[in-house]
């Protein structure tokens, strides 16, 4: 369960780093920043410790997610559709005594997810994931009793996202991004 939420985590974090400018009457060259590396350090758990290496590709869209905790290796490698919706992310772990391939399938209606299909070499699971608009709040239905939900403001940002007792709440200062 530790690693869905790690992967949940890398894949959540494509929607914070969307960001833009409002604009002004000047005309204004907006350079653009891109993060390629987070590290990560829990003093409490410092098995978990490491950094994550982000790659992009020709339309600054993130490719692919490489979380390295040493000797673990996380690959996630992420395939967009033409309208710019993640379709899959092909989750890659690579540790001592286990080397699997994960495939993660998104399914959307009008625009926004509705079903995660999971293919593994343990089997293939269906994720019922339901959206709420006026709280702006995705349900993941995984079949358990935990709460497991992620929310968004007016802008589209990521607000909350609670999945199996794990919870992050972000503030964005009223900025996009």
């Known amino acids: 369960m530790k690693n869905i939420k790690h992967i949940l985590i890398l894949f959540l974090s494509i929607f914070i780093f ?3 400018n409002d604009d002004d009457s000047q005309p ?3 350079k653009e920043y891109f993060p390629t590396k987070i590290t990560t350090s829990y003093p409490t758990y410092p098995s978990g410790n490491g950094e994550t290496n982000i790659l992009y590709d020709n339309q600054n869209r993130i490719s692919k997610l490489v979380y390295i905790n040493d ?3 996380f690959t996630l490698d992420l395939t ?3 309208a710019n919706l993640v379709t899959s992310i092909l989750v890659t772990k690579n540790t001592p005594t286990v080397n699997t391939v994960t495939n ?9 997810v509705s079903q995660l299909i999971k293919s593994s070499p343990s089997g293939i699971e269906s994720f019922d994931i339901l959206y709420n608009a006026p709280t702006k709040t995705y349900t993941i239905d995984d079949g358990t009793t935990a709460p497991n ?3 968004y403001n007016n802008d589209g ?3 909350e996202f609670v999945f199996d007792g794990l919870s992050l709440s972000l503030n964005h200062n009223g900025n996009k991004g």
Do not use: G, Q
């Open 18 to 20: 969307s960001c833009n």
């Open 28 to 30: 204004v060259v907006a």
């Open 71 to 73: 000797p673990n290796t």
């Open 80 to 82: 967009y559709s033409t």
């Open 104 to 112: 993660y399938i998104f399914s959307y209606t009008n625009n926004f």
């Open 149 to 151: 939900y992620f929310t």
């Open 157 to 159: 940002n990521l607000n």
